[in-house]
């Protein structure tokens, strides 16, 4: 992590644990996909990351906006930058479309014939948008992931863009990755690990049903052992009575991890 001014770099897997703790008060309705058109990919050899976003953070307040317009910048090495544009602020992003929305800028210029996309920004634009998918509990449609394209006379991202810039596109190349990757972050809170109880003991047939939006579960019987976000409505096999850790309680779920037993965030249920 490396920071400079009001910016922060980060790697992906820091930018996914940064992302899930951040409390967010603002209703977020979509996710927004833009490049930068300039700078791009060429500028990227005479500048690091953050002066980069520094010089655009510049250009945005020249234009008489109060900070840099997007949430988050995305670069050719797989590095994010966040930082200036507060997550509870809308973002000055698609003109007529910026309430409920996150606003993503990729650094480049992803017209065809111009840049072409390395292998590691096709990795974090995947990984920074299924994120934010995962952290919002939002779909991915053409409602939720947006193109700026779709909303002005312009190509960003890009007429090259993961296959292309028009709604078909994004539906046949994009949402797709996107999807899988969802599916690999709630697959992390599936990973099963060895119980500790005898195999002979039998198991109780109840769950816990979340009844808050959403919900940290635990590595170990620990508050500080965070592991993945779990949502309303979801429900999981628990397979041990209270137990009491610190001054309050958990139960342990089937798949090895932990979850708060307060029935202010979870109701016992009979599966
Ligand atoms: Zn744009």
Redesign the pocket.
């Known amino acids: 992590m490396k920071k400079q001014g009001k910016f922060i770099e980060m790697s992906r897997e820091e930018f996914f644990k940064w992302l899930m703790d951040l409390k967010v008060s603002r209703k977020i309705t979509h996710i927004q996909e ?2 930068t058109y300039r700078p791009n990919y060429g500028d990227c050899k005479k500048h690091s990351n953050l002066e980069l976003v520094e010089n655009i953070s510049k250009y945005h307040k020249k234009l008489g906006w109060s900070c840099i317009g997007q949430h988050i910048t995305t670069f050719p090495d797989g590095k994010i930058v966040i930082g200036e544009r507060s997550f509870d602020d809308d973002p000055a ?2 003109k007529g479309h910026n309430a409920g929305g996150i606003c993503i800028e990729n650094l480049g210029f992803f017209d065809k014939g111009q840049d072409v996309m390395t292998e590691e920004h096709k990795k974090t634009i995947i990984f920074v948008t299924a994120a934010l998918h995962f952290k919002f509990n939002l779909p991915v449609n053409t409602n939720t992931c947006v193109y ?1 394209a779709w909303f002005a006379n ?1 190509t ?2 890009g007429t090259n863009f993961f296959g292309g810039n028009t709604k078909s596109d994004a539906q046949k190349y994009f949402y797709p990755l996107v999807e899988k990757q969802i599916a690999e972050f709630k697959g992390a809170k599936t990973i099963s690990k060895p119980a500790s109880a005898p195999a002979t003991k039998k198991e109780s047939k109840k769950g816990v049903k979340v009844i808050c939006s959403s919900l940290w579960t635990y590595n170990s019987a620990n508050w500080d052992d965070k592991a993945v976000i779990v949502h309303k409505g979801e429900v999981f096999t628990i397979i041990s009575d209270k137990i009491k850790v610190g001054g309050g309680y958990m139960y342990r779920l089937k798949s090895g991890l932990y979850i708060t037993a307060n029935p202010k965030y979870v109701e016992v249920i009979n599966l």
């Open positions: 833009h490049h992003g698609i700026h312009k960003c991202p």
